[in-house]
């Protein structure tokens, strides 16, 4: 390290999104450094630092800078000086360490990365990123941990699991499961720290490799020994290459120091705590709305209202007669309800799970045996709701498990048995559901992208030094609620940051987050563009409304008051309890007070070696010997085996044609990566490239290895998985040392006559461009990607020849060779298509005869792939759906009219598919929408639209590399749920018909 | 189905065309030659925060922010009460292509719908006539028309840029660009004049920019902007990017609209010649571009004899140039054009760029952010930032990165 090259005095302040932080030097030497908190208390905590230092810089004339992002608007007010703080940082590194290669920072907020080798190369984080100091503390919220003990646990890990790393919602939903499945936190620590690894590494490096010195900086990488760890192992760097200096937390401030001696300008104290001072903030940016509530009076009117809306408790000492227990073990929180024959609430409990539901509710079951002790009192029957489930059911065997919208529902129908939509919006989920002719009709849940949910609220408050309670209450008179915006988490936060630069008091923020919650709900979940979309009798639950300030909001918003039960946050619980005392049971299977003494749970952690999905299992074995098997994609790893005959799968049935093409001789070698426009066209392609006399080499399927393989040179972070995994595909084919590389650049794909046009989308059809651009290793292969005419054997014979002619001489091949090439590749591609096709009809024609349900499980060509769709083909199979795939049903004298424009030939598909679904009763539709997918933004609303015309139900999955199918379960078996209670209602309506 | 709301004769004289903002200059330009036609249209002038809560209330939040803003513009007026909304109309500028952009007006018409307004027609303004309505017709000369308009806007705004920065008297070359903008407005409402009179027309306006009052002695960082074309150029779509780079104290670089124009003129010879698709139109195409070209090489010409100021960029040599990067044949949304924006600033010594776009934008995956790799190996020296827009994004964090490409910047 070498000396401070500072001459005189000066000030460094760094004000973050989190801290603030000073540094006085002088002569080269640092005098004085501070790191603390702000708690938003911006300008007060500078003022405060400052008065600290007065002794240093009394009567002295000194330079002073300010940098960082809450620094930036006040330095701006005060007229000081500012500097950009990753500049900063570079100075820093610099003057200390100038044989430095690359510096990684994370902050509160913002992640940095700056290398030096070959050219100065500054980047932050995008606006969708976490892996930041923010991601962290949430993360640590949610395993009920401190980011201290957080950080000491994930040192004694033994296994990492695979979590997106994207932003901090889709890690969430990831962690949650793994968390209910019973892994242990040391474990989920330290794969949270390789996900805010792999999160720098493809968010920021974006392609420029880290190597060489590397230096850490920044509070999380000083703090986080275990975020330490991952990083070094990671990136392979030794003890000599990867630095992680005491001045980790100052290197900003030390720029902002260095920068300010540079200038020349110097203050006086007073000069510069005169200005901090006086200084006001500037034009406001922020816009606000109306208050909440008006007047307490108003408060009084609304709260007697909803204390209206009950349900009745009734104390066990005073019943005797059967019990009914319902358990709704949530993502984050654990309910309890049980209930009397009069569905009188006997007993209720609501807590954090802390991660650990299993201990929690062995110890409420205890509980409630010790109150039940010498009365008469028999639990008739016990039911089981949410994403733990499977696994509550085989650790304390209740009776029953139903799907946690159905619990809902027959909740909500307990309170108004007119209800026509319900919303419900609890720690990480907000579903909701539309009901006619009393059956569910439509279910709408939260995209992994836009949870604006309640642990958020709860997040934030703590952020802001409050618990949730007292920040909510602080938001219900607030003058003027501040407007923040709709969008997910991390932006979210980047408006409070700017609400808070312009002066917005704590009120105001919070009256401004309630708001946003349930804008996010209404605009962004449901998409409802009035309160008359959703319905008239509306129930609303969870724990999030027991929040007033945003039951108020959502009222507002509507323009109608709704009915929010005092047991909100129980109402998947007591659904359960109703379900429970339907079953008409004798006796409950749930564990004896004698079992439950005994009882005991361990988990452990192994890999599936069922087949090349290596899912990662969470093995629970209770006291008696049982096992619950969580984390499997397949019933094999389960252990169960299926003995019938398999259900017909249009995927596994594509897959294998795909895999079964015929091995090819030539001298030459030709990669074909497998994926995005390749999925549907290598049986073209193959072909075409085997009549020219190669031989042929396809990359193989997808798994999460390819993408980490390619990860470290993805330019666009925002684009969607399959594009991304590319990267992966094209590396695999370059170790196999294949001569050429092709994936060809197809504005138009092949024309359907389906719509007005047949483009790709731009991704799919300009990838190639990119990867030329921007894949180091493919520049010693030979990569062709010739823009061509699919539809034209001239054109296309014409443009192949003339595209090896100009990039691979020795290959010769005329025109004519071409023609013939591409006359056999339409062959060989018609010839799929119309296996693809014929099997789509022997599934609708075995469907027919079992009386099995079919899903379309609409998407695009190469959501085949076993890595991109994460075995949801298998998991609707494992549901009892015969799966089809959208071009199997799509023909295409069947297009309905849309709205849209319709001129992209994937796409076009989906509203072919969409029709079809609405012409046959066991026909169901799921679109799977690929996350960053802007063409589906599109076609999202007409399929809906398609469907729900003809009293359809719409289902959407979002995914993304998300790699955890729990989310997905709710929703097949919400619709499933759905469709029987429709069903039963059809079949009791015509039976009342005949009476 | 319902059938689509048509502009019909009879609502030439009795309709108001409300026409978004999306570069003012330009589009009041367009909306003075249409008026000239016997049209009635007018230029939306809301903006701010209701605007976008309009967009995200009646489009689907995770279509693109142009969409989003242009449609909220729009209900937002017609919720204002300020228009009798049975007597307006809407016009959108349709690009076509395979970019989700060509869906904005069945977006923009779905999202009327389902505010109530169902009723209120909407044209698509097109190259390609993906649209009749009977009407509104784009006749020959008011296409000419619009073009020199065009032309006469990207002047205006390349010289307010180059001037704003320096000007010693506040506002002097706003009220110079109002000035102008009245005194061609006359001119595009009489007779078309000979083109001897429109090049000493551009003559008067360089003249009349270099005489302002400046101060040119503190050097200023040239920045170019780049990217979608939407919060390219609309301060509604990038938070007033432009009067912000003004206010760092950098001098913003924007080539003009006729160069995207040239650009989708130039798409048709390429698929052409790509895919052998509409061959029989592309010796037409070739005489639009070639004139196209000519004209603004016109401008270039004249800007270069006055001395005072830096020309505009040179279409075709910035598209000959940035063939080693991608290919021609990347068409959709801003595509080849936007790696050749920043080659091209590169090559004038404009080495800092702000690359625009709105979050999630497809086509820039490919030709913005998968370029500044390949871009920063050949000129090491670049100083690149990507920003996106989107109605969650805040300004303190775009203008963080903003601020920390200045920094650096040369």
Known sequence: MNALPIQNTAVGIDIGSTTAKIVVAENGKILFSKYERHFSRVRAKTVELLEEVKPLLNGKSFSLAISGSAGMGMADCAGLPFVQEVFATAETVKALEPDTDAVIELGGEDAKIIFFDGGLDER????????????????????????????????????????????????????????????????????????????????????????????????????????????????????????????????????????????????SYEDVHDKLVKSVSGAEHISHCAPLFASEDEYKTFSERHASATATFRDPETYEGGAYLGIDCGSTTTKLVLLSEQNEILYSYYSSNKGNPVSVIKEQLEQIYSLLQNRPIVIRGSAVTGYGEDLIRSAFHTDAGLVETMAHYAAARHFNPDVDFILDIGGQDIKCFKIRSHAIDSIILNEACSSGCGSFIETFAKSMGYDVETFSKKGLFAPSPVELGTRCTVFMNSSVKQAQKEGATVEDISAGLSISVVRNAIYKVIRAGSADELGK????????????????????????????????????????????????????????????????????????????????????????????????????????????????????????????????????????????????????????????????????????????????????DTACYPAKIMHGHIEQLIAENCDLIFYPALTYNVDEHRGANHYNCPVVAYYSELLHGNLENLRGTRFLYPYLNINSEKEFAAGLANCFAKNDPESRFSVRDCREAYRKGMKSYHAYMAKVRAEGERALQFAKDNRKRVLILAGRPYHIDPEICHGIDRLASSLEFVVVSEDSVCHPEKQPDVRVLNQWTYHSRLYAAAQFACERQDVELVQMVSFGCGVDAITTDEVRSILEQHGKLYTQLKIDEITNLGAVRIRLRSMLGALEEKEEKAIAGKEVEKQ | MTERVLFTKEMKATHTILVPTMLPIHFRMVCRTLNHYGYKAELLENVGESVRQCGLKYVHNDACYPALLVTGQLIDALQSGKYDTHKVAFMYFQTGGGCRASNYISLIRKALERAGFGYVPVISLSFVGLEKNPGFKLTLPMLLKGISGILYADLLMDLRNQCRPYETVAGATDALIAKWEETLGEEINGKTPRYSRIKKNYRKIVRSFAALPMDRSVKKAKVGIVGEIFVKFSPLGNNGLEDFLVREGAQPVLAGLLDFVLYMVFDFIEDAELYGMKKRMKPLFKVAYRYLLRKQEDVRKIIREEGTFDPPMEFDKARKEVQDLIGLGVKMGEGWLLTAEMLALIGEHVGNIVCTQPFGCLPNHICGKGMMKPLKERYPDVNIVAVDYDPGATQINQENRIKLMLANAK
């Open chain 1, 124 to 267: 932050m984080n995008g606006s969708c990123a976490g892996g930041t100091g923010a991601f962290i503390d949430q993360m640590a919220t949610l395993l009920d941990l401190s980011v201290e003990e957080m950080d000491r646990v994930s040192l004694e890990h033994t296994r990492l699991y695979p979590i997106a790393s994207r932003c901090g919602v889709f890690a969430k939903t990831d962690i949650q499961p793994l968390l209910n499945q019973g892994a242990k936190k040391a474990d989920v620590a330290a794969s949270i720290f390789q996900a805010v690894v792999n999160q720098t590494i493809a968010g920021l490096a974006q392609g420029h490799r880290i190597a060489g010195k590397v230096l850490f900086l920044g509070g999380p990488l000083y703090y986080c020994h275990g975020l330490r760890e991952r990083f070094a192992e990671t990136l392979k760097l030794d003890e000599q290459h990867a630095i992680f200096p005491d001045y980790a937390l100052y290197a900003v401030s030390i720029g902002a120091a260095l920068y300010a001696d540079g200038q020349k300008k110097t203050f």
């Open chain 1, 537 to 716: 009798e509306i129930v609303v639950q969870g724990g999030t409304f027991l929040n007033d300030a945003v039951l108020r909001s959502f009222e507002k918003e509507l323009g109608r008051n709704v009915i929010r039960p005092q047991i909100a946050p129980l109402m998947g619980a007591f659904g359960a309890a109703l379900h429970a005392k339907s079953l008409k049971k004798e006796r409950s299977s749930l564990l004896t007070p004698e079992e439950l003494a005994s009882f005991s749970h361990k988990a452990t952690a192994l890999t599936c070696g069922g087949c090349g999905n290596h899912c990662h299992l969470t093995v629970n074995t209770f006291a008696n010997g049982e096992k619950y098997i969580s984390g499997n994609q397949c019933d094999k790893g389960a252990g169960i085996r299926n003995t019938g005959e398999p259900l017909p799968n249009l995927y596994e049935f594509k897959r294998g044609l795909l895999s079964s093409l015929p091995k090819t001789e030539g001298k030459r070698k030709i990669g074909l990566p497998l994926c995005l426009g390749m999925y549907e066209l290598l049986p073209f392609w193959h072909a075409v490239f085997a009549s020219l006399g190669f031989e042929v080499a396809v990359s193989p399927f997808s798994t999460r290895d390819t993408y980490s393989l390619g990860q470290y040179s993805i330019p666009s």
